[in-house]
């Protein structure tokens, strides 16, 4: 998810959650400590200071972040001038009515003491501007790394192995005279794949993903013939989060390598086995495959850098919470890992 969606008006965090709330509070109640420490002549002094300090930060951190929200709900900012202007102008604007109304509670004889408020507004505005420096500094490299990732994303993307288009185009030219609703069936099916490798959307549906990825495994049951490719489906319809979003061409291009590097080069062909498992809070995906015959090449180089591929690109999507694991079993070999939901 790009951090754009989760900003409030245009470069702070998102405020209006929970969680951010709790530490907006903590942190209040931490300035609160350190004005109490400065203003306090004894220890006794200290907790009464604090009581106050607590209520005035507090007071005004809540107001303000509610406020914020409110704001960005109806109204959004053209620049990061105009968001300073606006969140600065509400701190200050509920730093003077706290320090207000601490003047009505502790002088009951209504005078007005110009130099408590000007001392507040000071605080709350050196304070305030080095609290929005830090949140823009922090968006600008936030918005550095999602570029990156996206830009090697894409590197990624690029690099997958477009081979079976051309053995797919020379299926269908064979398949156009001898059965002429098969082939046009199979062009419905290498467009189809074709506009999925193509669409620039970071995220599809485990539905779509499906999709592609049978219609790919229907053209390579053309080229190679039913009897060598045999497609075993291990999913449990009733339980698959089919509209869960997913990484695009993450389960095609295992499917695609499997083919290739372990049923390809066998005579006989072989049997490959694709199994989904919901777990909770993730997605298991495993793709097994035979292994080649001993001696017949099958270009490993190739085969580990497709790996290499798609370990990267779940990392960049998914960090550490996607687990790529590959297993050479006696005769079988077997690539398996864990989408999180999101």
């Not at 305030?128 to 999602?146: D, G, N, P």
């Not at 590197?155 to 192995?161: E, T």
């Not at 001993?294 to 790996?307: P, R, V």
Request: charged share 20%; with cysteine.
């Amino acid at each position: 998810m790009s951090s754009s969606v989760t900003k409030t008006l245009g470069y702070l965090p998102n405020l209006c959650v929970p969680s951010t709330l709790v530490r907006t509070l903590v942190v209040a109640v931490l300035l609160a400590f350190v004005l109490a420490l400065i203003v306090a002549k004894d220890f006794s002094g200290f907790f009464a200071q604090l009581g106050l300090s607590s209520l005035f930060t507090l007071w005004v951190a809540l107001a303000s972040v509610i406020t914020i929200c409110m704001v960005n709900r109806f109204y959004e900012p053209s620049n990061r001038h105009v968001a300073t202007f606006i969140v600065t102008g509400i701190v200050l604007l509920f730093t003077a009515t706290a320090s207000w109304m601490g003047m009505m509670l502790t002088q009951p004889d209504d005078s007005f003491n110009l130099l408590f408020l000007v001392k507040n507004l000071l605080i709350s505005l050196v304070i305030t501007l080095a609290v929005l420096r830090y949140f823009y500094i922090q968006s600008k490299w936030e918005a550095s790394v999602e570029a990156d990732s996206s830009a090697k994303y894409e590197a990624l993307q690029s690099r997958m192995r477009p081979h079976f288009l051309f053995n797919s185009l020379n299926t269908v030219a064979f398949l156009v005279h001898k059965d002429p609703d098969t082939a046009e069936n199979a062009i419905l099916d290498l467009a189809d794949i074709m506009r999925t490798t193509l669409d620039r959307r970071n995220r599809i549906s485990l539905q779509e993903e499906l999709d592609v990825t049978m219609r790919y495994l229907r053209m390579e049951a053309l080229r190679l013939g039913k009897r060598r490719l045999t497609v075993a489906w291990d999913m449990d319809h009733n339980t698959l989060p089919f509209d869960m979003q997913i990484l695009p061409l993450i389960l095609q291009p295992l499917a695609e390598n499997a083919i290739y590097h372990g049923i390809q080069p066998r005579q006989d062909g072989g049997t490959l086995t694709i199994s989904l498992y919901d777990a909770g809070d993730h997605l298991a995906i495993t793709v097994t495959n035979p292994l080649p015959p001993e001696g017949i090449s099958t270009h490993q180089k190739g085969n580990h850098i497709a790996q290499e591929n798609m370990k990267n690109r779940l990392q960049l999507a998914y960090g550490g919470r996607a687990n790529l694991q590959i297993k050479k079993l006696p005769q079988r070999y077997r690539v398996s890992f864990s989408i999180p939901k999101e």
